[in-house]
């Protein structure tokens, strides 16, 4: 649902935006919130279904258990806490100008910055640290897991603060390219899955880090 509201409800609900509304700040917290709904689940993909698999199991042995659609709901607080964060900083950033009405760089200088930053934290421990809890969620699911609601949606929201750790600032990259723009959307939704997923997928992170500063640099020179 998420990707279908992306595809083909999100650029008619997003008009380019001159002076921000209430109204046009909410729908743009809306855009943000389903706009991580559709780029994090499919990283997250693994450990859902890993969640769900140990309640199954727990159903065949007559125990108790909490439908995993409360841990997913969890993450998705986290990511739409972030939404939140997300939506102040661009809408500060269209009063100051630095974005377009179209929601994408006006100034080169600040697309150089970002591109850098997001590089640079590529490289950095926490980024590393949160990275490596969400590649391997095992140690989390079997040290806080617990029965009922209240405690998934718990779980959940602990493992959704480690992927905001790990993601946060490459989100940013869309304030460089565009935030509606569907082709980088797909591509930093690639980019997060196979750092998340894929063997030595922390290895990638750190290439995908000098490849973010080159090409930051470039902008200046």
Not at 98 to 117: H, K, R, V
Not at 170 to 183: D, E, H, K, S, Y
Not at 209 to 215: D, E, K, Q, T, V
Request: proline share 4%; net charge neutral; glycine share 6%.
């Amino acid at each position: 649902m998420s990707w279908y509201y992306m595809l083909y409800g999100m650029t008619m609900n997003m008009e380019p935006v001159a002076t921000w509304s209430s109204a046009d700040i909410a729908l743009l917290f809306m855009m943000w919130a389903i706009m991580m709904a559709g780029m994090m689940l499919p990283s997250a993909l693994p450990v859902i279904l890993l969640i769900d698999k140990l309640n199954q199991q727990r159903q065949q042995r007559g125990a108790s258990y909490t439908p995993t659609i409360f841990f997913s709901l969890g993450y998705l607080i986290a990511w739409a806490i972030y939404s939140v964060f997300i939506t102040i900083i661009q809408t500060w950033l269209h009063h100051l100008e630095l974005l377009s009405p179209m929601m994408d760089s006006a100034n080169l200088q600040f697309s150089a910055i970002i591109l850098i930053i997001a590089g640079i934290y590529q490289f950095t421990p926490f980024k590393q640290n949160c990275l490596q809890l969400c590649r391997s969620p095992l140690a989390l699911i079997s040290g806080d897991w617990q029965e009922g609601i209240k405690s998934a949606i718990s779980l959940g929201l602990k493992h959704g603060s480690y992927c905001v750790g790990c993601c946060w600032f490459l989100m940013a990259i869309l304030f460089v390219t565009g935030v509606m723009n569907l082709q980088w959307i797909l591509i930093l939704t690639l980019v997060v899955l196979v750092e998340k997923v894929v063997p030595k997928g922390e290895v990638v992170s750190k290439y995908l880090g000098a490849l973010l500063i080159m090409l930051g640099l470039s902008y200046l020179f």
